[in-house]
């Protein structure tokens, strides 16, 4: 496997650094990388970022929950039973409640399970940022390319804006 290069570009500006890594991946020029101190909407269409998948999470979470909440105090009525008011032993309006909360709380529960399983937290081990600016007010884009096309990349980079480019 050939050895990659890392290039760094750093911008002022989201919207810039949107448009060169945008510019770089038509280019077919590398993998890349971007670092935010926000979300960005522009950089997430210039990357192809798919919609997260912690929402499916959220909802087998929750379906599962009403599920547990109507199962478990059916059970817990057939299985003791108290006859009050001559009323029916699986009565659904009372079950409601335990439903809902239930609902709520495994949804939560998966969805945060789901966050930490995608984004593969807790991190033991792994790199810092590149440039410590990428948490207060610049955006960069980092570009893992073969040693022959490093200049294309920093050319691309350039021309695009960047603000400093280093590898």
């Known amino acids: 496997m050939p050895e990659q290069v890392e290039i760094l570009g750093?911008?002022?500006?989201?919207?810039k650094a949107a448009v060169g890594a945008r510019a770089v991946l038509d280019g077919g020029?590398?993998?890349?990388?971007a670092y935010a101190p926000v979300p960005d909407h522009a950089l997430d269409r210039a990357l192809h970022v798919t919609v997260s998948p912690i929402r499916l999470f959220v909802l087998i979470g929750g379906l599962l929950g009403c599920a547990t909440g109507f199962v478990f105090p059916i059970y817990t009525v057939l299985d003791w039973?108290?006859?009050?008011?001559g009323r029916p032993l699986i009565s659904i309006p009372p079950f409601v409640v335990i439903a809902f909360e239930l609902t709520i709380l495994f949804a939560a529960v998966s969805g945060m399970a789901g966050f930490l399983l995608m984004s593969r937290l807790p991190r033991v081990t792994?790199?810092?940022a590149p440039d410590a600016r990428f948490t207060n007010d610049m955006t960069g884009v980092s570009?893992?390319?073969?040693?022959?096309?490093s200049a294309s990349v920093r050319a691309c980079l350039?021309?695009?804006?960047?603000?400093?480019?280093?590898?």
């Open 10 to 15: 750093i911008y002022d500006r989201s919207a």
């Open 29 to 33: 020029l590398g993998a890349v990388v």
């Open 81 to 85: 039973p108290l006859i009050t008011g």
């Open 126 to 128: 792994g790199r810092p």
């Open 143 to 149: 570009v893992s390319c073969a040693p022959e096309q």
């Open 158 to 167: 350039e021309r695009t804006g960047a603000h400093e480019i280093r590898e």
